[in-house]
């Protein structure tokens, strides 16, 4: 049954597609490292990150979901 729910979910690196995740920017001034929604996290491994966008979240079925810090998606938002 239902025992699995979101919080559950494995981590896991962003597939190449999901909300237009490419893990090398097209665009050199915007990328994962400089996003508001990432987040430092040594789990994730040398040179990533982890995306804290819940839309990611749920788009990938992964939490924590790992991103490469030069990646790039369409939900890219400047760190305020």
Do not use: I, R
């Amino acid at each position: 049954g239902g025992l699995f729910n979101e919080a559950q979910a494995a981590a896991g690196f962003a597939q190449v597609g999901k909300l237009g995740y490419k893990e090398v920017s097209p665009q050199a001034a915007k990328n994962c490292a400089n996003c508001k929604h990432f987040k430092a996290n040594a789990a994730a491994g040398k040179d990533a990150g982890e995306c804290t966008l819940k839309a990611m979240q749920n788009a990938t079925k992964m939490n924590p979901v790992w991103v490469k810090n030069g990646a790039y998606c369409n939900m890219w938002a400047k760190k305020a």
